[in-house]
């Protein structure tokens, strides 16, 4: 009974910035890690950042460290990923997930519940 719908993905610059919005409906998520990964053709999907039930843990893949920051909001039942200093390479469809509430963050199996996917595109 969970819903994560994903918005915020368009179409930018090299070195612009896009902030990603992830809203719950159904159950609620505040009791449970969040996590963003993001797929490119070709590609499998990759682990991209997660954040704790409380927000107060995160962590990030290496390609993004720096650049990207990922925050909840429980009362809006919403998750966000900030995105800075944008490159092609970060080109894919970004979705959003709820952690089943065990110990790895990094495994995309560890997550019960998935979003339909924002696009992402950066232009060179």
């Known amino acids: 009974q969970v819903q994560l719908v994903e918005s915020g993905g368009g179409l930018v610059q090299a070195g612009g910035s896009l902030r990603l919005s992830c809203a719950a409906s159904?159950?609620?998520?505040?009791?449970?890690?969040m996590g963003w990964f993001r797929q490119a053709p070709g590609k499998e999907r990759e682990f991209v950042a997660a954040?704790?039930?409380?927000?107060?843990?995160?962590v990030y893949a290496d390609s993004v460290k720096g650049r990207f920051t990922i925050s909840r909001d429980n009362a809006k039942n919403t998750v966000y990923l900030q995105m800075n200093t944008l490159k092609p390479e970060d080109t894919a469809v970004y979705y959003c997930?709820?952690?089943?509430?065990?110990?790895?963050?990094?495994?995309?199996?560890?997550?019960?519940?998935w979003g339909q996917g924002t696009q992402v595109t950066v232009s060179s």
């Open positions: 997930a709820r952690h089943r509430g065990g110990s790895s963050l990094y495994v995309g199996r560890e997550y019960e519940y």
């Open positions: 159904g159950r609620t998520f505040s009791s449970y890690p």
């Open positions: 954040i704790s039930w409380s927000g107060g843990f995160t």
